[in-house]
Structures are given as C-alpha cells and as structure tokens.
C-alpha cells in the first residue's frame, strides 16, 4: 500500500468530501451569482479598475467563506479526530483542500462571476462587460486576474489552511486576524515604499493621499479635488519579487501545513 | 505503564473521570503522541498514522462527528476507506438499533447518531476497535441493545477496547479489565483470574468467618467481595469491583496481579 499518496484514495476523500459538504457547496455556488446583482443595485460604477478589484475581492470574501464552511473538519475537536483517523495520507488531506479551493473553486468562481456580471450588464444595457476585462494594468485578462486576484487568493488560503492545521481553537478567526494585520501592514509598508520610488514632476505625491494595493507595482494619487492619478512604478523588479515572495509563501504554508497535520494532537 | 492486548479479546478499560482513560485510547489510535515510551499496534507506530494502520483501526470517540446525511449515503461515501466493511452487517445493524437507514442524521437525535457510529464501527471489521464512552447518551434497551451488538458480533482476530466510566455498561460483556488510575494501568486481568481470586456477593449476610475485602451498598443491596479462597466460582460483579478497588486500590492491585 503507497502510505504517501494513491489516487484511488484522493478520489474517495474528493468523493466524501463533497457529500458530506453537499448543501455548502450549492450555497457558495449560489454566491458567486450574488456579486453581480449587489453590484448593479448598489456600485453602479463602471471601469476596468473597479472590475478588476471587485473581482479580487469577491473572489478573497467569497473563497475564505467557502473554504471556513467546506472544511469544517479542520477547526472542530470532535471532527478533527474523525479526519486525522480517516484511512488517507496527510499529503492527500492536504491535497485535497487545494484541490477544492483552488483547481474547483476558482475556475468555478471566475466563469459564473465574469459570466453572471456580463448577463447583468446584458440585460441593463450597459457597456460590454468584457470590454472591461481588457487590460488591467498593462496586462491582458488572464495574466492580470492569475496575478492580482488568484495569486494572493492562494496565498490567503495557505494561512487560513496553516492556521486550521497549527492552532486548537479558533483558528478561522486568528487567520483572518493575521490577513487584516498582514494586509494593513503591508500597505502601510507600501505607502513609505513607493513614497521612496515615485515621482509625480518633481514632487512626490503626498504619502496621506495614497490608495496603496498589493502587490506593490502600482498606486494612485488622488489630489485635492478628489482626481486621481495612476502611478506606475519604475522599479522592474517589484512585481517579480512580488510574485516570487506570495509564491514561495504559499508554498511554504502548504508544506507547513502538511508537516502540522502530520504531527497534530487532538 | 506497560499493557499488551491480544487478539480477541474485549477489553473494558475502567477508571474514573480523569483518570487518563481516553488519553490512552488518543495514545494507542495515534491521536496524541507519547512523551516518552513506545506503543506499537500490530506492526504499527500509531504516532506515524500510517495509511494501513489508519484502515486497521475504528475508533468512536466520545464526541462523534457525523455529516448531516443519511446512515446509507454515510456508507456509500465512507465505506470504502475500510476494504473488509460489510454492508450487511452494517443494514442490520442499524435496522437492530433501531436507526432510520434512510432518514436524515439532521433529525436525529445525539443517541441515535453514535448508534449508526457504533454500528458502522462494528461494520467496518477493522483488527482494532477503540470505543471511548459509547454508551454516553445512549438509553437503556440502547445499552442494552449495543452490549448484545458487541457480543455477538465478536471475531476471535479483532481487540476491542471499550472505556467508561459507567461500568455497569460493560457487566457480562468484557472479557478483560484494565483499571487505569492516576495514569497508570493497576491492573489488566481476565475475568476468569478476577473469579479465580475473587468472589462476589450480594445481599445482607456475609458468610461467616469470612473478612470482606470490601462492602458497599448498591440499589439491589449489599455486595461484597471476598478472597477466593476455596476455588469457589462466582459473576464477577464489575461494579463492585471498580468500587472496591476504588476504596482501596493497593489491596485489590496486589491480589489481582499476585
């Protein structure tokens, strides 16, 4: 018997997990439709960048429910001992969650997201809601929502899974915790960051006035009368480190959580 | 501490609250890992949570979990784990306890779902069966329905190790006891050594001139345990016993380990 991992096994674990998770699985599905319809009703607003960070947004909020409800298993006492004595390798439990938040999840979130917003633009009559999609920030579609959106979604997703695996109790809200704390920190980095690498003619844009995302390649500067501009750093090496830091994160997260749950007590 | 289990036996392990009797159950299942010592379960580590060692083992905790589905799609999606699960066992089972095989578990209540555990755990045939309190929050005819269930289903190559502290659950139905106490296993005998050594009685008049090890009353009346002295044969009362080691645990460990 492969005691690592055996396909066989993956399937009967994706094959219970979904049964057990039926009804949860349905309401995220449900979900995702959601974002459109809040969107027309209340953020009538319609630009590539708005598009693309309400995507990103949904996609984190959405996800992280999703995740916390489908893999409740993980942060209960009494269910955690029914998945540790579960006949399946830690690699395959640990496969498993990245299997359904990642290779189901998203593709599922992006088609009935994109596809629900572009019925709803549809039907109101508003621009083609993939004109929108374009281009977001020099890239195409497809490279702009792996990096701005599925990116830092995988990333999140290792801390809640590290998290899960690591702490006794209350893991979901310690591991939202450290995302806001992460996220504020990061941002409040960036702020001084780009502050250092931006010109706007000869002055720098007011540090206060920034609106500053992650990962740090871009920012805006909104001047007194509420206009904003958007900046683009010069510095070629701030994306790639970017994406090599959230990778090689995520990554260690997901190999932490595997030899955390190798080694979890109930 | 040190304690060997064979094959076939049923095992009662008894202790009071806290005396460490589900720690040692989390030991031996791989749930908790040894600070010092080894444990080994078959050719197994339990701390490595082997694959094949994980499909050996049932174990039915105190707290269960169960998914709101239903005692058939349960088996449909868990039952594979286990390769010896026998299906109809596991139907007649449920059909024996009582349980709805096609109702919710959602509009089940607590005792109905450890029942379906209890009889998926049986039905699972693993070599080793861990049960920690499984007749917490079950009733009467249940009790006596899962004492019944466990007899006569018993397979000669299987361990089944059963902790409580309700003793009383387990009378007629162990054929091993483990006294644990303050962590420590006083003592792990056969219930023919414990009648060996050991007689039970009830009632008010003691035979005379015997000195009891120990009396204490009970709803039906007075037992009492007395040495064993002339090859006497009596039910081993384990009630009695469990009290009378209570009152005083170095006699009685002597006696029975002696």
Known sequence: MNSLFSFKRFRLLVYKQYNENRKIFLISVILMILPAIFKRISLPIQNQDFEFNAFTTFLLVIGGMFTTMFFKEWSYKSRSVSLIVLPASALEKILLVLFYTVVVFVPIFTILYFGSNFVIFKIFKQVNYFTLLEQYRGLSTTPAILLYAVLPYIFFQSIVLLFSVWLKKSQTLIAFGFIALLMIGVTIWNSYFIHSLIRVGDSLPSVSKQLVFFPVDVSYWENESKIRTLLITRNNLIMPISVIVLTISALLFYVASYFKLREKEI | ?258
Do not use: W
């Not at chain 2, 005692?71 to 039952?79: Q, V, W």
């Not at chain 2, 449920?94 to 029942?115: A, C, P």
């Not at chain 2, 045939?125 to 004492?147: Q, V």
């Open chain 2, 1 to 258: 501490m040190n304690l060997t289990l064979l094959p076939g036996g049923i095992y009662g392990l008894l202790g009071k609250n806290g005396a460490g009797k589900t720690t040692l159950l989390k030991l031996i299942c791989g749930l908790s890992f040894p600070d010092e010592g080894s444990i080994k379960v078959g050719e197994y580590i339990p701390s490595k949570r082997d694959v094949g060692f994980l499909s050996d083992i049932f174990f039915v905790g105190e707290e269960i979990y169960i998914a709101e589905r239903t005692p058939k799609e349960m088996e449909k999606y868990l039952a594979p784990f286990y390769p010896s699960f026998d299906s109809a066992l596991f139907r007649e089972l449920i059909k024996k306890l009582e349980v709805d095989y096609n109702g919710k578990f959602s509009q089940l209540s607590y005792g109905q779902k450890k029942k379906a555990m209890i009889a998926f755990a049986i039905s699972c045939k693993t070599k080793y069966l861990f049960m920690d309190e499984p007749t917490n929050g079950l009733d009467i005819p249940s009790k006596a329905l899962f004492r019944s269930i466990i007899a006569s289903t018993y397979d000669e190559n299987r361990i089944t190790v059963i902790s409580t502290h309700q003793v009383r659950d387990l009378q007629s139905l162990i054929d091993n006891v483990i006294i644990l106490n303050d962590s420590q296993i006083q003592f792990n005998v056969s219930m023919d050594q414990v009648s060996e050594k050991l007689i039970f009685g009830h009632g008010s008049l003691i035979p005379e001139g015997e000195e009891p090890l120990y009396v204490g009353g009970g709803e039906l009346g007075k037992s009492y345990i007395l040495r064993n002295s002339n090859n006497s044969h009596s039910q081993v009362d384990l009630e009695t016993l469990f009290n009378g080691f209570i009152s005083d645990p170095e006699l009685f460990t002597q006696i029975l380990n002696g």
